[in-house]
């Protein structure tokens, strides 16, 4: 493919990348007309599903990867447009960092890897009730929802600010959907 047909910038959180966008309308006798995006770009081993990126103004997703048929060394990316998500807490992530200090030794502390990150701290509730003793107990979990580009890593500590308030939370498991991911926390101090 000649350079030049790569006409379309792709900015992403690790840099920029020129592509060529293609427009497919897909269409079946019951759905809307939708639009899907292919993008042509040079082999890039940085590129993975669930990244969001920016072209012209516009935030797509990555929904699939994969090799370009019809020349060597390029890759087709399959992307929608992305959905665009009004969270309205912060956190900061803080990840378990090894580094040397001054005098050689090494030194292991919580770093933050992350400031300012926008999410929503979600509280579910379960009960249970017991009918013998007529009893209904309560428990209470937590998630967070984070856009995907966010990289967290399970045992991450997080400081939560919402609604005036600020929680220490822990991450125990995520899992990124196309959309977002939902992050399971621990309180500090509920175990």
Known sequence: ???????????????????????????????????????????????DSYLTFTSDGVKYLVLT??????????????CEKAKIHTFYDTCTIKRYVESESVSGETISNFLPVYTNVACELVRLETATTN????????????????ENETDIKIGDKLEVAHKGDLYNVEV???FKSHTHQVVTIELEGEA
């Open 172 to 174: 125990r498991d995520y």
């Open 1 to 47: 493919m000649n350079p030049g047909l790569l006409d379309k910038r792709l900015s992403f959180s690790f840099g920029s990348i020129w592509a060529k966008r293609i427009v497919k309308s897909k269409r079946s006798e019951n759905e809307q007309n939708e639009e899907e995006y292919e993008f042509i770009i040079r082999k890039n081993n940085e590129i």
């Open 131 to 146: 009918e013998t003793e007529q009893q209904t107990d309560m428990n209470h979990r937590y998630e967070l929802y984070v």
């Open 65 to 78: 990867v994969d090799n370009y048929e019809k020349e060597k060394g390029y890759m087709v990316l399959k």
